[in-house]
Nanobody
Framework: QVQLVGSGGGLVQAGGSLRLSCTASGDTSKIVALGWYRQAPGKERDLVARLNRGGGFDYADTVKGRFTIARDYDRNTVHLQMNSLKPEDTAYYYC??????????????WGQGTPVTVSS
C-alpha cells in the first residue's frame, strides 16, 4: 500500500505561480510512476504531469513549457511547479502514484484533492 499527502495550491491571479508537493509513504519501492492529475467541475480527471521510474516524463500538452515536475528521491516527494497560470488551469489537483500492490497488480493510489483557482 502507498499513502499520498499533497500540499500547496490556493488562489492566484492569471500569470502567477504555484507549487504543489506530494509525499509518498508506505511501500514506495513498488511505485513505477508519480505525478499529478487534475479535475475541473463537470470534466474528467486528466493527467497533468508524471515522472516515470527510469526518468521519463509525461506532460499534458496544455501545460508544456509552463509546468515542471521534479522528484526528491530522498524524501519520496514530487513537486509540481506551475508557472504562467491561466484561468483554465483551475481545478482540483490530485497526486497519483502508480505501482504494484500486494497481489503484484498495477494499481493507482490517490492523494486528497488540492484546489487551485486562477482568477482572470
Amino acid at each position: 500500500q502507498v499513502q499520498l499527502v499533497g500540499s500547496g495550491g490556493g488562489l492566484v491571479q492569471a500569470g502567477g505561480s504555484l507549487r504543489l508537493s506530494c509525499t509518498a509513504s508506505g511501500d514506495t519501492s513498488k511505485i513505477v510512476a508519480l505525478g499529478w492529475y487534475r479535475q475541473a467541475p463537470g470534466k474528467e480527471r486528466d493527467l497533468v504531469a508524471r515522472l516515470n521510474r527510469g526518468g521519463g516524463f509525461d506532460y499534458a500538452d496544455t501545460v508544456k513549457g509552463r509546468f515542471t515536475i521534479a522528484r526528491d528521491y530522498d524524501r519520496n516527494t514530487v513537486h509540481l511547479q506551475m508557472n504562467s497560470l491561466k484561468p483554465e488551469d483551475t481545478a482540483y489537483y490530485y497526486c497519483n502514484a502508480r505501482g504494484y500492490n500486494e497481489f503484484n497488480v498495477v494499481t493507482d493510489y490517490w492523494g486528497q484533492g488540492t484546489p487551485v483557482t486562477v482568477s482572470s
